[in-house]
Each structure stands twice: as C-alpha cells, then as structure tokens.
C-alpha cells in the first residue's frame, strides 16, 4: 500500500504544480483545456490528482503552459529533476513571479528570451564545431 500512497502523492504534486502554472499564468481551466485540446473535466481530474495523464497530454500541457516538457515529466515522476535537466534560469524566474505582468505577457517574455537563448546556444555550438577564431572563450 506504500507504493499507491506514493502514486497518489506524485499524481497529488502534479496536479498541484499544473494548477499552479495555470493560476500564474492567469488562464482559466476551460482556457488551459482548449489550448491543451482536453476535456475541462478530464483537466480538473488531473489537477485533483484523480487521474495519470499520458506523455501526449502532458506534452500538451506543457506547450499550453510554455513549460519544458521535461518539467512536466519531472513532476509526473517519470523523468527524475536532475533527469529534467532544465532548471528555471533567474531570468525566467523573475518573469514567472513578476506580478506587474499578465499571464500573456509572461508567456511571450518567456518564449522571446528563451528563442534568444536557444539561438545563442545554438550560434556558439556553430562556432565551436567550425573552430571559430572570433568565438569567446568559455566563461568570458
């Protein structure tokens, strides 16, 4: 019986979690299912923890959210944290937490400056693979 208390704790915190992000990011329950392309009580089960959801319809949270899906998967218990890999930068932090901002405006601040992050990563991966005589050293 330790096991499904187990269960039922992860699917209790997931639920939570998911509640949470859509509290913050100020949507609506029927919002966050039409945009994840779920039923509202399905998406209430699961915020109650009365329900495992699937990989797709996590995925789909986590695009309706603009989370990481290994967030999602972190949380669901499937990926462990440092499996997760991604753990909330300052800067998204702050724009996650800043109460000056509305739900849609923290979600395009969060995917404009993650493009620029990704883009930057990206760019120095090129410049590294082609040995780059301008590239930074690391840590500068």
């Known amino acids: 019986m330790a096991g499904d208390d187990l269960v039922r704790g992860q699917l209790e915190a997931l639920g939570a979690f998911i509640r949470a ?7 609506s329950l029927r919002e ?3 945009k994840a392309n779920i039923s509202n009580p399905y998406l ?7 329900h495992e959801p699937s990989v797709r319809v996590l995925k789909a ?3 309706a959210l603009n989370l990481s899906v290994e967030t999602l998967l972190a949380r669901a218990g499937v ?3 440092t499996d997760a ?4 930068s300052g800067t998204e932090q702050a724009i996650l937490t800043d109460p000056a901002l509305t739900g849609e405006q923290r979600r395009a ?3 404009v400056y993650r493009s620029y992050v990704e883009a930057t990563a990206r760019a120095r991966g090129d410049r590294q693979q082609q040995g780059d005589p301008h590239r930074r050293p690391a840590g500068a």
């Open 21 to 27: 992000q859509r509290t913050q990011a100020e949507m």
């Open 109 to 111: 601040l969060l995917a």
């Open 32 to 34: 966050l299912a039409e």
């Open 44 to 50: 209430s089960q699961i915020e109650r923890g009365l």
């Open 61 to 63: 949270l986590a695009a």
């Open 85 to 88: 890999g991604h753990q909330p």
């Open 79 to 81: 990926l462990s944290d």
